[in-house]
């Protein structure tokens, strides 16, 4: 089915679908239409053989109806001529996760193998583009199969008066009931582990602020600072933690988390030949993780036929105070986790795209248009190594 | 943690060109990541738009158009394939709207209508009709065996005004679709067509202008591969008696038209689109709606006289 979005903007006191009554002004009358009239479109080029290009080159069987399908967004003006907008989503989707299969080897596919995910949402923004000010909310759910999710947001923004610049503030409140699936040996009659399954909360509440600034056309400027707050919850139910003593446990972290992100970017348009974009932000939890992420990307038109863009992201971590590595935590304490995620690590990643387009075709092929190349190396200082290639290949 | 492994992405490819055709702003703009290749595939596009021109004018009298005219009620003439099949697809248009749309539109007799805002009172209805007289689609003879048309009375006179941007539109996109351009718009002065989705992978959203004001826009929708044209009195029209009068005239009374603000179209061809635009906003929106509710592919916005939108049943509000 073809999907048509259509937002209507404007101070309109009513929206009908079709009938209204009729207009005695007109000299025109309501009749039925022939069958070959009713499917006007289908056969307008008929006439004429294949006219498949003009609706997209796949073929006039392309030509989907779309009753029924169009969507309407409604955007309207209020009194004082601020722009509102409300908008609904349902969204659903599916997807595969290989690795939470390792919940229960016994199961070939296990329910989350396949999860169907639904999630509606509803929003609403108000904006006064006189003021250079914008307000809204937002509410939403997700649900999965061992996992619901309901959110709440509020945000608002302001523009300086030249509109060069813009505060944003973000304040919102995610709360989650997560069902607690732990691996199989340790589900009941395994294991004196007093956390069995069931369910919990978690509850996520966060303040994002962000203040942008234009430079001048070419350069432009971001400050990022987050706050926020989470509780209930935190662990990871199936992350299994041995002991010295070789006893084997859940991951058990601390029921509340408070976690401070703070960034800046800096983009640079130096003409349509070069473009920088850069990216540095500093971490820190209650949990003892303290963090540094430095990003830079270039993109460098060297002729309009070639191109080169590297990129390098560095990102140093220290670990959570209750991370221990395998067979190394001591009975008795109150929390302890074994996830490398949240050991000590740093990182580096780097690589660059080349992408030719020469005028008379790559290696002088007419047809094959243009050439692109991306390469990758990711490393991290406990164990995880990657390198990551794509080519793009366009072939007209 | 902040850390993922995905690759930087290229940066914008949209190329756009916006230049005076047909007596109208063309804009078009392609996806093409090589800018010189862009530009030779856009001036492909000029080209075809511009031997379209060339084809429908009535300012060259070599045109085929003004060959018709120049031998209206006197003697068929011979035109290329590509003529006939758009005079045959206008007709079936004519027939199909109860002649609101018709190609001899330009018959009308010019010094009865010197429409302009100064207009006081509306025209008496006998002289009204009397300037329309030769305005009737079921003059133009087709003859498609010997490829010839004839206009059967003396002063009659066709043109595709209705019709022509829309057409061009269509051929410039198909040049341009041959060509391997995956994603595109060509705008042909409001009538435009746009296949394909942008860099985002998302469709392209077009605006609506908002009959109040022509440089706002009262809506904007999200398509692919379907065409968009919008018909309105935003500017031509007079107030007589407190109502609001476009300077389309019903080309069977020969009044000119009120009740509707505006009328947009969406289909699959640009040139349908177009061409059934106007001719809605002459039938007024109970028998336009009711016309277009029965035809398949074809979705369409009304704003009448009192601002209130009406769609077509194929529209849903969320």
């Known amino acids: 089915m073809k999907k048509i979005c259509l937002t209507v903007v404007g101070l309109y006191i009513g929206l009908f679908a079709a009938f209204s009554q009729s207009n005695t002004d007109s000299s025109y009358r309501s009749r039925k239409l022939k069958i070959e009239e009713i499917n006007l479109v289908s056969s307008y080029y008929h006439q004429e053989g294949d006219h498949a290009a003009v609706t997209g080159g796949i073929g006039s069987q392309k030509l989907t109806d779309f009753s029924n399908s169009l969507e309407v967004k409604l955007i309207r003006y209020d009194r004082a001529n601020r722009k509102q907008t409300w908008s609904a989503d349902i969204g659903l989707d599916h997807y595969t996760s290989a690795s939470s299969d390792k919940i229960d080897p016994k199961s070939v596919s296990s329910a989350s193998y396949a999860d169907t995910r639904i999630y509606p949402s509803f929003s609403f923004s108000r904006e006064n583009e006189k003021k250079g000010t914008e307000w809204g909310a937002g509410l939403s759910y997700s649900g999965e199969y061992d996992y619901t999710s309901i959110g709440a947001s509020i945000h608002g923004s302001k523009k300086t008066a030249n509109k060069m610049g813009e505060l944003t503030v973000k304040g919102q409140v995610y709360l989650d009931q997560i069902s607690l699936i732990y691996p199989i040996e340790l589900r009941d009659g395994n294991s004196t582990d007093p956390l069995k399954r069931g369910g919990d909360s978690r509850n996520s509440y ?12 070419r350069f432009q400027l971001a400050f990022l600072l987050d706050l926020v707050q989470q509780q209930g919850y935190l662990s990871l139910p199936f992350n299994r933690v041995y002991f010295t003593d070789g006893t084997v446990h859940v991951e058990r972290l601390p029921d509340s988390r408070f976690k401070v992100p703070l960034g800046f970017r800096a983009n640079y348009f130096a003409g349509d030949r070069l473009v920088l ?120 | ?41 856009i001036q492909l596009a000029v080209d075809e738009i511009r031997r379209i021109e060339a084809l429908l004018t009535t300012y060259h009298p070599e045109s085929e158009t003004n060959r018709i005219n120049e031998m209206a009620g006197l003697a068929p003439v011979e035109v290329s394939t590509e003529f006939i099949a758009l005079i045959q697809r206008a007709q079936r248009i004519a027939a199909l709207t109860q002649g609101a749309f018709d190609l001899s539109y330009g018959s009308i007799d010019k010094r009865f209508w010197n429409f302009d805002a100064g207009m006081k009172s509306l025209p008496d209805p006998i002289l009204a009709k009397k300037a329309v007289q030769l305005i009737n689609y079921q003059n133009i003879e087709i003859d498609p065996l010997n490829k010839t048309v004839f206009l059967k009375e003396k002063g009659m006179r066709i043109g595709f005004g209705g019709i ?29 067509t746009a296949w394909g989705k942008q860099e985002n992978g998302e469709p392209w959203t077009i605006g609506i202008a908002d009959p109040r004001a022509a440089s706002h826009l009262f809506s904007y929708i999200n398509i692919t591969d379907m065409s968009v044209a919008t018909s309105g009195n935003y500017e031509k029209f007079v107030e007589i008696g407190g109502k609001r009068y476009s300077h389309t005239i019903d080309p069977r009374t020969g009044m000119p038209v009120s009740g509707i603000k505006s009328v947009t179209i969406i289909s699959p061809y640009a040139e349908l689109s177009d061409a059934l635009a106007t001719p809605v906003m002459v039938m007024g929106k109970a028998v336009g709606l009711d016309l277009l509710n029965q035809m398949k592919q074809v979705a369409a916005l009304i704003i009448d006289e009192n601002n209130q939108l009406h769609t077509t049943k194929n529209i849903q509000v969320i």
């Open chain 2, 1 to 41: 943690m902040n850390n993922k492994t995905t690759l930087p992405q290229e940066g914008n490819t949209l190329v756009k060109r916006a230049l005076k055709l047909m007596g109208n702003r063309f804009e078009i703009s392609i996806q093409e990541s090589d800018s010189e290749r862009a530009e030779e595939l």
């Open chain 1, 277 to 396: 974009r850069s990216y540095y932000r500093y971490y820190f939890d209650n949990w003892g993780l303290t963090a540094h992420t430095a990003s830079l990307e270039t993109s460098v038109k060297i002729s309009p036929f070639f191109s080169v863009s590297p990129f390098y992201r560095f990102y140093q971590q220290t670990g959570v105070d209750y991370f221990e590595p395998y067979l190394t935590h001591t009975p008795g304490k109150d929390f302890y986790t074994s996830n490398f995620d949240l050991s000590k690590f740093t990182s580096h990643f780097f690589g660059s795209g080349i992408r030719l387009a020469p005028p008379k075709g790559v290696f002088g092929i007419q047809h094959f248009n243009s050439l692109e190349l991306r390469y990758g190396h990711y490393s991290r200082s406990n164990t995880l190594q990657s390198n990551i290639v794509s080519v793009h290949l366009k072939w007209k």
């Open chain 1, 206 to 217: 966060s303040l994002a602020m962000s203040w942008s600034q234009i430079i001048n056309q």
């Open chain 2, 164 to 192: 022509g941007k829309g057409y061009a539109a269509d051929r410039a996109k198909e040049v341009l679709v041959k060509q391997g351009v995956k994603s595109g718009i060509v705008n042909a002065a409001g009538d435009l």
